[in-house]
């Protein structure tokens, strides 16, 4: 007898057995056995010495009774009355045969009429719906694998259940052969198996995987011995399983065994388990990392970090996933910062992603650095109060000099006027700046009352920055500050700030007592703010100049001073007395007064010509010609050179680009033959072979030649440009010589190549000057603070670049101050092209002169601004 465990499993088994006689074309179809076969089965099933499975729940359908309906309703009844825990199982012995319209079907009786039809339709549904864990389906007749082929949802899907499987007595084309008085050689063995009289598996426990082996070996060893051919009909399985079932037990089970295990781990059920238990494992480490990698993500810190308070993306001391990665270097650094040590490089401030670093970071800046960044959050208001409370500290100017001017309102004058007359004279002059904007009077008188005001240099430096209109107040602070330097170095400053103040004037007197090195500044000054003075200045001039007494003729220096302001004048006697040899005089007075008299006095000329291998520079007169200079071609041509050059030229001597190009290829000085180029190329004189002039280690140089040689042949100077930048010279001074150059597509794309192997300065500065406009936006904004800084620098020398600054401000996501310098920069290239338009085209020069001297201390801008005047033909 079965152990109460083992009842208790077989209990668990509802088995519907069908078998039909055999007819014409089943195998050796003259033995119907397919009915006994049945009983048989039913028998072994129920036999409590074999399966023990209760006699009540193994229906045996016989032929008698075995119609398609009768099977497929006593088959749904069973399906339907088994719990989770049971096992259906079907059998079938009789005959199957493929059909065209089911695919396949079962013959229930043996005439083939449309009454005996059970197709696998009929099956599928009365199986679907059984709660059974597991439906095994066993089918001994010809073909029954077709019906695998046509149920393939069925025995696919699981759909909850431990098992759906099909074992089919042969394959699809295959008969299920029968012996002559021993049956069929599936269902033969088969009950040997369920009986016990065969060995299958261990400890009298059948598994699926198990009966399988067994029943595929043994029908091919029985194949074998009574047809002769091990392959004439091979059992098949198909359908799903979770893990190999456990199917029948046909002995008692030692108490050892009382645990029935109703279900047994196959290779590929061990296989899935290994695969899911590894991507299980894969799932938690992946589901970690995310979670890691989602709080680094959702954090950010600012640290110092040297000279630079650098955004960090990420949490401090922990990393991966390529965090923690710099988001954003300020401009800001560790004079920026409050001494409190609350935010340093030991201790980063923390935020989360959401938080604004430029909110949360305004605790720990100085006034002026938290002014600049309230600035641009947008908070004027705090801005200028910031501001205002670093002045009153004594503080520089923090990232954004001259953002007060930007923001100043009427309301701030008194706190702004007494700022200023506090000033000292180390300080700035953007307080002052700021005042002008609201009341230039009161900036003025307040800056005169301050420490600074006694202080020449802080003199000059205002007056380098002045500008706006005219008042009362300003005219006599401009007369009083070239009155009081007495080194005169504050009268060309003065004059230019003078002509940036529409309305104000020099004064004659001024202009009179002009430093000797300055007339030239005075007489312009005098001819464009004042006519009047300048008529006056002249008329004086011309009546010493024409009549000269003897107090005049015997004073040296008043010499050097007529001939000076008779060189300037646009209009003066013939003073040819200035060139009487007998006069003490200095070489540079005999200069002055040559190109004068080549002016003024009809048949006086001056002339550059060469004899052996000197050059001789005479002024051509009535009386004989004058040695003015001789420069011999040896190369010792230096800086002495000049005098007589700058002569030549104003006089526009004939043949002088000849005499230039012999001595620009004699010269060994670099700074005359930087002259020299600008002069040939304003002269129009075509370059030569500018590769024989350069000077090893002279970028400076280069630019001068390259940019004569674009004069000429504008495709050979870009050629050589880039010659010379992939050689290795890729100098400050010759990748600014790209903002003269037109390089083709061609080109351009082996200059961004180029600038991808160069350091920080070189790849900043190809990129802005001949990048594409996205990548100079995304260079103005680089998360790298000197990036921006360069950018910013040479954005301006781009014909494109209000358009650029525009883009790179919509994109700019972090505090900058950089752009706030462009646009500076962009308004006073704009007001200085204004101002240099509207000046007669004889000051033009001058004046574009005075303009880098003083007020351009940028190369970006000093680019921009030659670039500009080229185009205006100011040369």
Known sequence: MLSADARRFSETMHAVVVGVSSYAGSGLHDLPACAPEARQVSEALSSGHACGVPAEQVHLVTEDEAGPTAIADKLATVANGCRQDDILLFYFAGHGEADETDGFILRTAPDAGGSSRLGRGQIVNAISATAARGVLIILDCCGGAGLAENAPSFLQSLGGHDFRLLLSASRVGQSSWELPDKGSLFTRRLLLALRGDARVGDSGQIYFRDLVDYLQAG???????????????????????????????????????????????????????????????????????????????????????????????????????????????????????????????????????????????????????????????????????????????????????????????????????????????????????ALKQIDPDVALNRFDESPAGANSGSRLNLLVRWSGACTDVTQAWFDNAIASDISGVAFPTATQAILRTPQCKLQVDRAIDAPLSYIDDGINTLRLTNVEGYAQLRAVLSGMLGNPDAAVRDKPDLHARLSRFWRYLDEAPCADW????????????????????????????????????????????P?????????????????????????????????????????????????????????????????????????????????????????????????????????????????????????????????????????????????????????????????????????????????????????????????????????????????????????????????????????VDDNGLSLALEKAMGRLGIS
């Open 219 to 433: 029908v091919a060893e029985d194949a074998e011995a009574k047809l002769g051919h091990r392959d004439a009909q091979t059992p098949i399985v198909a359908g799903s399983l979770a893990e190999d079932p456990l199917l029948f037990l046909h002995r008692d089970l030692t108490l050892a065994q009382l645990r029935v295990r109703t279900r047994r781990i196959t290779s590929e059920t061990l296989r899935r388990r290994v695969a899911m238990t590894a991507g299980s494992i894969v799932g938690l480490v992946l589901l970690a990392g995310i979670g890691y990698w989602a709080f680094l993500d959702s954090h950010q810190y600012l640290q110092l970090r040297g000279d630079n308070l650098v955004l960090v993306h990420g949490y401090p001391g922990l990393s991966g996933f390529g965090l923690p990665r710099d988001d954003w270097t300020y401009a800001l650094g560790p004079s920026d910062i409050t001494d409190d040590g609350a935010l340093s490089n030991a201790t980063p401030l923390l935020l989360d992603r959401q938080t604004s670093p430029e909110k949360a970071m305004l605790h720990y800046l100085n006034p002026n650095a938290r002014g600049a960044v309230l600035w641009w959050l947008g908070d004027t208001g705090a801005a200028r109060a910031a501001l205002f409370e670093a002045a009153a500290k004594g503080s520089n100017p923090g990232p954004a000099p001259d953002l007060l001017a930007d923001i100043v309102e009427p309301s701030d004058t008194i706190i702004l006027a007494d700022l200023v007359s506090r000033l000292n004279p180390s300080a700035p002059a953007n307080l002052v700046m």
């Open 578 to 621: 200035l060139l009487d040899p007998q006069l003490p005089r200095q070489a540079d007075a005999l200069i002055d007064a040559a190109v004068a008299a080549s002016r003024h006095c009809p048949n006086f000329s001056i002339n550059a010509r060469i004899i052996d291998n000197t050059v001789l520079v005479e002024l051509h007169r």
């Open 623 to 855: 009386a004989g010609a004058l040695l003015l200079a001789q420069l011999p071609l040896d190369g010792t041509l230096d800086a002495a050179s000049f005098a007589p050059l700058i002569a030549s030229i104003d006089a526009k001597a004939p043949n002088l680009g000849d005499v230039m190009l012999a001595m620009i290829t004699a010269t060994g000085s670099a700074e005359l033959r930087i002259f020299l180029a600008d002069q040939l190329r304003i002269a129009g004189v075509a370059a030569p072979d500018i590769v024989a002039l350069r000077i090893a280690g002279r970028p400076d140089l280069d630019q001068h030649l390259l940019r004569w040689l674009a004069a000429s042949n504008a495709p050979a100077a870009a050629k050589l440009c880039l010659e010379l930048l992939l050689t290795g010279s890729a100098d400050t001074p010759l990748i600014e010589t790209l903002a003269f150059l037109e390089v083709d597509e061609t080109q351009r794309a082996t200059l961004t190549e180029l600038a991808g192997r160069q350091n920080l300065i070189g790849r900043t500065t190809l990129g802005m000057l001949v990048g594409p406009p996205k990548l100079a936006a995304a260079l103005l904004t680089s998360p790298d603070a000197r990036v921006r800084a360069l950018a910013t620098r040479y954005v301006i020398a781009r014909d494109d670049r209000g358009a650029i600054l525009n883009e790179a401000a919509a994109a700019l996501q972090h505090a900058d101050f950089n752009l706030i310098a462009a646009r500076h920069a962009n308004d006073r290239l704009v007001g200085l092209l204004a101002d240099l338009e509207a000046l007669p085209e004889w000051a033009r020069p001058w004046r574009a002169h005075w303009i880098e001297q003083l007020e």
